[in-house]
């Protein structure tokens, strides 16, 4: 599977961005996706994710009711809405999939790297205050 992500760029604070994660598979039903972001400095962050069975969606405390993530199988993309962002919102996002269908889906469980089999190649986000 291979992720291409792109939408990212220059931002004033308060504005928004829609980043777009492209993927080689026919569909992602059954893949669990998500997005990270990682800071000049700082280890890689969980963002948002939805469960492989698509009925669950996660956010990170710092980004829920700001984000909103989605995913359209018919078009092997996913999406992350952001919006009123701010400075720290500013790095490099990638998008996740992973192909492991657990029993119980936990935030936990999907906010964890080591869940996500494949990643993209990550788009910058910068916002300016």
């Known amino acids: 599977v291979q992720l291409q992500a792109s939408g990212g760029g220059?931002?004033?604070s308060g504005g928004s961005?829609?980043?777009s994660c492209a993927a080689s598979v026919q569909t992602f039903s059954g893949y669990s996706v998500?997005?990270?972001?990682q800071a000049p400095g700082k280890e890689r962050?969980?963002?948002s994710a939805i469960s492989w069975s698509g009925g669950s969606t996660y956010y990170a405390d710092s980004v829920r009711g700001r984000f909103t993530m989605s995913s359209d199988n018919a078009k092997n993309?996913?999406?992350l809405q952001m919006n009123n962002l701010k400075a720290e919102d500013t790095a490099v996002y990638l998008c996740a999939a992973g192909s492991a269908r657990p029993l119980l889906n936990s935030a936990d469980y999907y906010s964890r790297s080591s869940?996500?089999?494949y990643w993209g190649q990550g788009t910058q986000v910068?916002?300016?205050s």
Do not use: I, K
Not at 34 to 37: E, N, S
């Open 10 to 12: 220059l931002v004033l």
């Open 17 to 19: 961005l829609r980043l």
């Open 34 to 37: 998500a997005w990270f972001r």
């Open 45 to 47: 962050e969980f963002v």
């Open 77 to 79: 993309t996913m999406y």
């Open 115 to 117: 869940v996500y089999d």
């Open 126 to 128: 910068t916002v300016s």
